[in-house]
C-alpha cells in the first residue's frame, strides 16, 4: 500500500499528465485528501511547474455554470493555475496525441488591470479590476480516467487543466452586459450548444469575485497583467483528430481550434 501525501498527489498528477496516462481518482487510495489538503497538493504541483521553468499567467476558475456542474457532479466551483506552458497561440492546432482526453469548452476570459485580494470583493469592485474582457476557450484533459473525480481529486490536478486560447478582441468591461453575453459553440461547424454570461455565476464578474475570495482564504491574490478564466460556460465537448470546435462570442469574435 502506498503512503500517500501531498507531495506523492502531486508527482503522481504531474507524471499522469507527461506520460499521457490517465489513472483512477486519488480519493479512491486516499480517502483523508479533503479539499484543503488538496489545494496544497495543487500548489505543490505549481512549484514543480515553476521549477520546470514555467511561469504563472493567472488562475482559472472551473466548476461556475450549472452545466459544468451538473456533468461533473460537482456543484461547487473551484480555482487553479495557468502558466504560460498552457497558452495556445492563435491557429495553433492541438496534438491530440499529446493529451489523454483533451474536450473543449467556451469561456469568458478577464485581463486584470489592477491587483484584486480579497476577503469581501463582490462582483462590482472585482469588475472595477478588469481591464479587458475577451472571448476565449479551454482545453481540459484530466488526468483520471474517464473525467471521475471527485472535488478534491480535481482541485489536486488543477482542474484538469491543460491548454487555453484568448480571442484577439479585448473590450473594456464597461460598455458590455456579460450576463447576457452571448456564445456559440460549434463543432466541424455545426451548433452544438450556446449560453450566455449569465450561465456563469449569474455573471462572470462574480466567479471573478470568488476566485479573489477563496485565493484569499490562502493568503493569496490575483495580481494585475493576470488571465482570468471565468469557468466553461456549457458542457465541453470531446477535440477530436481531423475535427475542429469554435467559440463565438457577441461582440468578441470567434476562436477556432482544431484536433490533429
Ligand atoms: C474540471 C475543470 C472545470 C471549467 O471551466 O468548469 C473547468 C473538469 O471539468 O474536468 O475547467
Ligand atoms: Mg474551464
Request: charged content about 20%; some cysteine; hydrophobic content about 45%.
Amino acid at each position: 500500500m502506498t503512503d500517500w501525501t501531498i507531495e506523492r498527489t502531486a508527482e503522481v498528477l504531474l507524471q499522469a499528465e507527461r506520460t499521457r496516462a490517465d489513472r483512477g481518482p486519488i480519493t479512491d487510495e486516499w480517502p483523508g485528501l479533503d479539499l484543503a489538503t488538496a489545494y496544497r497538493a495543487q500548489d505543490v504541483l505549481l512549484e514543480r511547474r515553476k521549477a520546470a521553468g514555467e511561469t504563472v499567467v493567472g488562475v482559472k476558475l472551473g466548476l461556475t455554470s450549472r452545466a459544468k456542474q451538473l456533468r461533473m457532479g460537482i456543484d461547487a466551483p473551484l480555482t487553479a493555475w495557468l502558466t504560460d506552458a498552457m497558452v495556445l497561440p492563435a491557429g495553433t492546432p492541438v496534438q491530440v496525441d499529446e493529451l489523454i482526453h483533451p474536450r473543449v469548452e467556451p469561456e469568458i476570459v478577464f485581463v486584470l488591470k489592477d491587483r484584486l485580494a480579497g476577503p469581501g470583493v463582490t462582483a462590482a469592485s472585482a469588475m472595477a479590476a478588469v481591464g479587458a474582457v475577451h472571448g476565449g476557450f479551454e482545453v481540459i484533459d484530466s488526468r483520471y480516467r474517464d473525467f471521475r473525480f471527485t472535488l478534491p481529486d480535481v482541485v489536486a490536478d488543477n482542474a484538469s487543466s491543460a491548454l487555453f486560447g484568448i480571442g484577439p478582441v479585448g473590450l473594456a468591461p464597461g460598455g458590455l452586459d456579460l450576463s447576457l453575453l452571448g456564445c456559440v459553440l460549434e463543432v466541424d461547424g455545426q451548433v452544438v450548444d450556446t449560453a450566455t454570461g449569465a450561465a456563469v455565476q449569474g455573471h462572470p464578474g462574480q466567479a471573478l469575485a470568488l476566485a479573489a475570495n477563496s485565493l484569499a482564504e490562502r493568503g493569496l491574490a490575483l495580481e494585475a497583467g493576470w488571465i482570468v478564466l471565468t469557468g466553461g460556460m456549457t458542457d465541453a465537448v470531446p477535440l477530436r483528430r481531423g475535427s475542429s470546435v469554435t467559440v463565438r462570442f457577441a461582440g468578441l469574435g470567434g476562436l477556432t481550434v482544431a484536433g490533429v
